[in-house]
């Protein structure tokens, strides 16, 4: 124990002055042995949320993380500051191990970094029966969420901890919480009666742009020469072939750009990394294989050239922009294409319906986030649960888009998902409902026998690809929800503004339909 005393850890062991919001009221909250959920954007602090009570309290805090890549820098640093932290993941030779697991034993450690694999071992329990645990902490606890895109099946076996070590406290970590990870997080974890930290995910210093793909890389060029030159920032592009053309084509117009991917050796993927932090105003083109656990506080754009899978990769690379609070950009390019690429890679991808299902409502939110008439920051938090008013920092909010007047579309859309419930008692997905409001006969509608429908055909005035922009949009707004395992649409509370209250339902114009009025100002 270095002092029972949270802020004199903080200053002495740390070298920080004060806590951030939120942090200190963890820190106390865990180190009197209860248990958290904590939910935090990434960049916020929570490391300290576990480490200054591992260190407040006796015994040695164990902490789950599955970032095994960076435990060996974890440790490095917290050593460098006179902590005394270890790790065990399959990177050690057995003696290696040995090492670590002698000092666990003999109390000579405040902190051990356990990667989720080991949590396969009964050797494991076993040990940790042998020494004293001051706490367990699990960090990116969203990867016991089956909903979300980082599953880890060790992580199921968390719930063990509780369990075999009932008076030991827990605090589960995330950065990427909507209402559904988190709830996953609280039930599988056993963590349903620990208080809940919810931080603010705002990140009022980033503004957040979404523009046309029209010429992706000369779009790109522009936003550095006007608003970025000289400055250091990240491009993110969906394939290696794009961050290899789009680093060379940087270079040759004179901005310093470096690639990043998975395909490239380790030391030159070390090399760039190294380069990136060291150097200034040097431009990482990288897949998403960059970023994770990169801390550079300048980081002023980052710029995405294709679309991200979901919300929460969005907010996680975006978040990498401004971590020192100065002005920065997370800036957007994208279109049509990049629907159809994802809608292609979801259909061809392993794993379940149900599992594809998961990926396109994921999809789709980012798609509705695209399409906001609405601030695309409150639109982000509303995503995570949080409320924010017009940031007056997006681009809908600085030049707000064309939008249509979609009430009578939604209204249409939500009575028919309302009679086929009332008439029938049925549910169905979008597909079968756009039909149903197109007039389509298909075998389908036919053998339901949704023809009969007095709602059947009154959507005809607007095509398949509107309908399904009315249904995401309508899904963003939470005037629609999916339910259930076949992502059948349901109504909520919301939908009867729209279906009896006269709520009007303004939707961001399609790209078709601004260009058919003429009316397509740039992005
Ligand atoms: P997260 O895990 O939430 O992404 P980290 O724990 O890595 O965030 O912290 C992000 C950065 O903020 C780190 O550089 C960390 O040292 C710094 N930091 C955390 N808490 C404080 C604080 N109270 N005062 C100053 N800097 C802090
Ligand atoms: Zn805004």
Redesign the pocket.
């Known amino acids: 124990m270095i002092s029972s005393d949270p802020l004199r850890v903080?200053k002495e062991v740390?070298g920080?002055?004060?806590?951030?919001d939120g942090?200190r009221e963890i820190v106390d909250h865990v180190s009197s042995g209860a248990d958290a959920l904590v939910l935090?954007?990434?960049?916020?602090?929570?490391?300290?949320c576990y480490q200054i009570p591992a260190l407040v309290r006796d015994g040695v805090g164990v902490v789950v993380s599955p970032l095994i890549a960076l435990m060996q820098d974890q440790v490095d640093a917290l050593r460098h500051a006179g902590v005394r932290a270890g790790f065990l993941n399959s990177t050690q030779d057995p003696d290696q191990r040995r090492t670590v697991e002698a000092q666990f034993v003999a109390g000579e450690l405040d902190l051990l970094y356990l990667a989720p694999e080991r949590l396969r071992l009964e050797s494991t329990y076993r040990l940790l029966d042998r020494g004293t645990v001051s706490l367990f902490a699990i960090d990116e606890a969203h990867c016991v969420s089956q909903w979300g895109h980082d599953f880890r099946p060790d992580y199921l076996a968390l719930s063990q901890l509780h369990e075999r070590w009932p008076g030991v406290p827990r605090i589960a970590l995330t950065?990427t919480a909507t209402r559904q990870t988190h709830e996953e997080i609280a039930t599988r974890l056993g963590l349903e009666a620990a208080k809940h930290f919810v931080a603010s995910f705002d990140r009022p210093n980033i503004q957040y742009r979404i523009v046309a793909k029209r010429e992706p890389r000369a779009q790109l060029l522009e936003l550095l020469r006007t608003e970025h030159s000289g400055d250091c920032g990240i491009v993110y592009c969906a394939t290696r072939k794009a961050v290899e053309e789009t680093a060379e084509f940087l270079t040759r117009n004179t901005i310093t750009a470096l690639p990043y991917h998975a395909g490239l050796d380790s030391t030159t993927r070390a090399r760039h990394q190294a380069r990136f932090l060291r150097e200034d105003g040097l431009v990482m083109v990288a897949t998403i294989a960059f970023g994770m656990g990169i801390?550079k506080p300048d980081v002023r754009f980052v710029a995405h050239l294709d679309l991200p899978k979901s919300i929460e990769s969005y907010y996680q690379e975006t978040g990498r922009a401004g971590?020192d609070g100065l002005p920065s950009t997370a800036w957007l390019a994208y279109g049509l294409q990049d629907v159809v690429q994802q809608r292609k890679l979801i259909d061809g991808s392993d794993g379940d319906a149900a599992h594809r299902r998961r990926l396109a409502t994921h999809l789709d939110a980012m798609l509705a986030l695209c399409e906001t008439v609405e601030c695309r920051r409150a639109r982000l938090l509303a995503y995570f649960g949080q409320h924010s008013d017009r940031c007056g920092n997006c681009d809908t909010c600085l030049t707000p888009p064309r939008s249509w007047d979609g009430t009578v579309a939604a209204q249409k859309l939500l009575s028919t998902v309302v009679r086929l419930r009332r008439e029938r008692g049925q549910k169905f997905g979008a597909g079968q409902l756009i039909d149903i409001l197109r007039g389509k006969k298909t075998a389908r509608v036919l053998q339901h026998g949704h023809d009969s429908l007095s709602v059947f055909g009154v959507g005809i005035d607007l095509g398949e690809s509107e309908w399904r922009a009315v249904v995401r949009q309508l899904l963003a707004a939470g005037l629609l929800a999916v339910e259930g395992e076949y992502g059948a649409l349901v109504t909520t509370e919301a939908s009867d503004e729209v279906l009896y209250r006269g709520r009007a339902v303004p939707l961001r114009a399609e790209p078709e339909r601004r260009a058919r009025s003429g009316g397509d100002r740039a992005g």
């Open positions: 903080l740390f920080y002055d004060s806590f951030r942090q935090m954007p990434t960049g916020g602090g929570k490391s300290l950065a801390d971590r």
